[in-house]
């Protein structure tokens, strides 16, 4: 007989079913996409995905007696990551990533139009471009953030379950940020084109390449050229190229942007891409 979990956060609830030798309540809590923090992938060590259990059995593992005072064991804090339910449970989380999106009208469009993405680790943002430049601007915290806040922690994420999971995470969410620009966008059409710029691993993720030349030596992704995929309902992403192993196609942009400007011709300059994780 499957176990209900009832979960609580930020005035947020879920209601859910879990069999009887399930996962880690972290690992369960992701499988139904509920963005509760962590950043290490399980293994105890982040101290993220801490949960308060209401009611229910709650063992008490190693690593939580590591991380919570005695008090706080007593009024039920665990990490999700060490606990597997062996009952029904009641929890509450402090921690969760809020998935929004922040929107920019400068102007109705006056032509079909195509997107300009810059695919982060940590963030999404989007513009879409007609004929006049930019009209519309929409920006969101990447939705695969709980399959590993950093980079590196999210390659792990792939190879232990796939690059297909954090592939559709990603598309999903680009349909979703797509659709709200099309409803600004009246009658003017999205031309189903983007420029993309981002790091190799997004980069990886977006296209469904295979990652482990990237997650292990020697490092490097399956191409630096630029690429293109057909994701659908979305039509021909292109990825910019990237430079490096870990040096992308941000890089790329900022570097065609001052050639077009003609920067370049100055004595001395520098181009540098401050990032979340790097």
Known sequence: ?????????????????TSLSGPTLLDF?????????????????CHQCRVRVVKGVAPISSADRKTFSSNAL???WRLSCQLRPKSNLEIEFPQVYQVG??????REPISDWWLAVDLGTTGIEIAAIDHGGEWCRLRS?????????????????????????????LLRQLKKLVSIIVTEAGNCRYLLRAEVA???AMVSFLHCWPIEPLAVSPFQPVQLAGATSSLGELGEWKSLPLLNSF????????????WQRDEMKKSTWILMDVGTNS
């Open 247 to 258: 040096v992308g196609g941000d890089l790329s942009a900022g570097l065609f942007w001052l």
């Open 101 to 106: 999106e922040h929107l920019q009208k400068f």
């Open 74 to 76: 007593e009024e039920g």
């Open 1 to 17: 007989m499957p176990f209900l979990i009832k979960a609580a956060s930020h005035g947020q609830t879920w209601e859910l079913k």
């Open 29 to 45: 809590l992701y499988s139904k996409e509920i963005p509760i923090r962590s950043s290490c992938m399980g293994k105890g060590i």
């Open 198 to 200: 981002g790091n190799s």
């Open 141 to 169: 915290l990447n939705a695969q953030v709980i399959m590993g806040a950093d980079v590196m922690t999210r390659l792990e994420y792939a190879q232990r379950l796939g690059v297909e999971a954090l592939h559709h995470r």
